[in-house]
């Protein structure tokens, strides 16, 4: 089965530093682009952060630009989200998700994870 | 930054009817338009991408349609288990993705 399993979440205070892991199993990890994806309580979704298959290029939301990090070990099948100066706002529902692509044109984020909580607070 | 616009914020609609969602973007995206589903507790899962495609796997009483600035979710009829919330997002500032606030979908 294809499947993505985030881990890594909890408790962190104001300005302190959480990795988030991605394990991905059932598909050729490294053919895909990932992202992630969160979802403060009770709120919509909220894109942070993608990179390509090989980890050569990566993009980021301004909320998160300059504090978050993602990569990626394809040996390990595994993506990351190095979250760094954590603030009461980044508490969420953190999401990894693959893309997809059709001939070549993105065609949407067609695998999702079931999330990881994390919680900024003192 | 290109934003999109979600209407109504909830519907509520009988099994059976037809329900229709509605997406604005600010500036034209083309169809660089996604939806998608997420039921209470559960991840979000892909419905449409290109403004019109069916995702694999996704009934064929959902459709979307729509270009430009203006875009519509349809459920020809609706089930009870299409309770949820449904986002969409633009991806036409490829990979800076922007998603929608969401309609929540309510059954009466």
């Known amino acids: 089965d294809v499947q993505l399993v985030e881990s890594g979440g909890g408790l962190v205070q104001p300005g302190g530093s959480l990795r988030l892991s991605c394990a991905a199993s059932g598909f050729a990890f490294s053919d895909f682009e990932m992202n992630w994806v969160r979802q403060a309580p009770g709120k919509g979704l909220e894109w942070l952060a993608y990179i390509t298959g090989s980890g050569s290029a990566t993009y980021y939301a301004d909320s998160v630009k300059g504090r978050f990090t993602i990569s990626r070990d394809n040996a390990k099948k595994s993506l990351y989200l190095q979250m760094n100066s954590l603030r009461a706002e980044d508490t969420s529902l953190y999401y990894c998700?693959?893309?997809?692509?059709?001939?070549?044109?993105?065609?949407?984020?067609?695998?999702w994870g079931q999330g990881t909580t994390v919680t900024v607070s003192s | 930054e290109i934003l999109v616009t979600q209407s109504p914020a909830t519907l509520s609609v009988s099994p059976g009817e037809r329900a229709t969602l509605s997406c604005r973007a600010s500036?034209?995206?083309?169809?660089?338009l996604a939806w998608y589903q997420q039921k209470p507790g559960q991840a979000p899962r892909l419905l449409i991408y290109?403004?019109?495609t069916r995702a694999t796997g996704v009934p064929a009483r959902f459709s979307g349609s729509g270009s430009g600035t203006k875009f519509t979710l349809t459920i020809s009829s609706l089930q009870s288990e299409d309770l949820a919330i449904y986002y969409c997002?633009?991806?036409?500032?490829?990979?800076?993705?922007?998603f929608g606030q969401g309609t929540k979908l309510d059954i009466k």
């Open positions: 997002q633009h991806y036409n500032s490829w990979p800076l993705y922007v």
């Open positions: 290109r403004a019109s």
């Open positions: 500036q034209n995206v083309s169809n660089n």
């Open positions: 998700a693959r893309e997809t692509r059709l001939n070549h044109h993105y065609a949407g984020m067609d695998v």
